[in-house]
C-alpha cells in the first residue's frame, strides 16, 4: 500500500480559513491525499465560551459543532478527498504544528477570526511558519476586484456615474 499524502489544515470558523480548508481540498484531490481539518480551543482564554456559560466540554463541543458545519460545506465540492475533522485544546498555533510534525503539508489562512492584522502574518499562521517540520501554506487575504470600466457606479448620494473612459495618449 503507498503512503498517502496528508494535508492539515488549520479551521477557526473564518472565511478564511474555509478558503484554506478548500485550497487543502483541492490540493488533495489533485495528489490522491487526504485533509485532516483540525480546529484548536483554549477554554481558559474563551470570552466567548465564559460569556455563554459554557465549561471546558460545552467549549469543546462548540469548537467540533463549528469544525463540523465548515467540513460539511466544503467536502461536498470535493467528493473523491477523505477529510477527517479533529477539534484540540491548547494553543493554536502550537498544536496545528504539532499535529503536522508528520504530515506533507500544513494550510491555514493568513488571518483567522481574531483579525489582529500583523504586518503580513496573523499570530497562528506566524507561528506554524516557525513551529511546522513541514512546509506550510498560508491563504493569502483575497484582494478586492476593481470595478470594471463598464460598470456604472453608484455615489454615496445615489446619483449614477460612469468611470472617466482612458486616456489615449
Known sequence: ???????????????????????????????????????????????????????????????????????????????????????????????LAETAADADLLVVGSHGKGRLHHAVLGSVSEECVRSAQCPVVVIPLPHPEPARRDESVVLANGSKDRPDPPAND
Open 1 to 95: 500500500m503507498e503512503p498517502t499524502y496528508r494535508i492539515v489544515v488549520g479551521i477557526d470558523a473564518s472565511v478564511d480559513s474555509e478558503r484554506a480548508l478548500r485550497w487543502a481540498m483541492r490540493e488533495a484531490a489533485r495528489r490522491a491525499g487526504t485533509v485532516q481539518a483540525v480546529m484548536v480551543y483554549d477554554w481558559a482564554g474563551t470570552e466567548a465560551a465564559l460569556l455563554a456559560g459554557l465549561g471546558e466540554e460545552g467549549e469543546r463541543q462548540r469548537t467540533v459543532d463549528i469544525l463540523e458545519k465548515v467540513v460539511e460545506r466544503v467536502q461536498p465540492e470535493f467528493p473523491g478527498v477523505t477529510v477527517a475533522a479533529e477539534a484540540l485544546r491548547g494553543n493554536p498555533g502550537v498544536r
